[in-house]
């Protein structure tokens, strides 16, 4: 039998491919609910909040893989922004989408043509993968592809900060080139249940008695250097021919007992509710970044999908930096929402203000090449997630799906 530590959506994906081999399995997870990080919270009223503002790219190609995107159901974001905070808002699309849109965005003003110009070889780049950058962060490289000031405020630091988050833009530009490709070829989605929604699919293809949640693991068990099996919370041991370890990487140092975790990145998010929506259409609004303002990016999260809220009422989703002296503080974020559209801050009423201390780990220049913090890892023990790969739900969904090949492979072997 294998263990998979962590019912994230890696120790799903890693259980799933495992399930469908026939190859027995036991999947431990130390919370009630499957998802790690990508879980979703119905309130009473019936709002439904993600825990941190994120979207599943349908141009994955590993998502598309494990995921049945028609069951998911929910919709689509416009591809490009909308502009907000100096003067009238203003859009920009992805010409690739709707060709027309190349033009509105030569009369619209909201960024130079050199920089739409900059920003078609960026999007060329990304899709072309014709550019070794694994050494630069994302701000070296879009510093070297000649992006001015304003392009950083108006631009890059709400939309690829948020994408990446880390408004710095100082993680690494391989993998910004990686996101970029996915969100030039593709869409950005939001499920009818919310993010949660791609957890309780998964975890919807396991056979029930092989899901144990509240269930920690406390400690690998070693027979002669080679893992055999998990200790629980409770003192009880089950022993296994695999250990997969599907956690996050502090977990994983915890329970290997050596290596420093990198530091993580964080994010916070308000929620507000509405009775009518300050916009129309799927966008993603776009402030121009300021030390004065904790909001990064927000949107109405029901022009995507209206099934995110009670009839009637629209759902504000507003994710600010967790740092800023401000961000804790509704009534102000209110205000400056509000603010974009000469509304009045009273519109919105806080429904949840939900901070994500661990959200990824920090992804600096040539992390993709760094040795593993845990060095070597012992015979019978495999690691997955974003602890080995890059933080995205595509590349976690590829290491679990890796993870259970081996073992698969492994038995055949054996
Ligand atoms: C707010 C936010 C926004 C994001 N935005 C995006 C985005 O837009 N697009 C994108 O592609 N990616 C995004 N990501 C990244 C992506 O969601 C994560 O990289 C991915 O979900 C990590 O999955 P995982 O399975 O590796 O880890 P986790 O989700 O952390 O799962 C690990 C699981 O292990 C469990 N566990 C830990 N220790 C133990 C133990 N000792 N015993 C038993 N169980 C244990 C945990 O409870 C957890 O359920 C975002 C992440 C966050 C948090």
Redesign the pocket.
Known sequence: MTIV???????LTCAKVLAQAGKPFCL????SRP????VSDRTQEGFILD?????LLDSYPVARRHLDFQGLGGGRFRAGAMFVGRGMPRTLENPRHRPSAALDALGSGVLPLPDQLRMMLLAVMAVTGSSRVNDLSTEALLRRCGFGEDFFVRFARPFFGGVL?DPGLQTSAGLFLNYLRRFVTGRALLPALGMGGLAEQLASYLPRESVHFE???EALVFREERVSGVRLADGREIQAQEVVC???EP?TCR?LGRGSPRSARG?AVHYFAADRALYSGAWLCLPPRSDASPVLHAAIVTNVEPALAPAGSHLWSVTVLPEHPKAADAEFVACEVTSWFQAGAGELRPLSYVQ?PY??PEQLPGFERRPAPWGALPDGLLVA??AACG????A?LASGEAAAKKVILSGRLN
């Open positions: 530590v962590g019912a994230g959506l890696a120790g431990l997870e130390a919370a998802g790690g990080r990508v825990r941190g503002f994120q979207v988050l269930t920690r693991v599907a956690v996050d977990s329970l994010t994500v959200a990824v997630g974003d933080a995205s739900i595509d976690v």
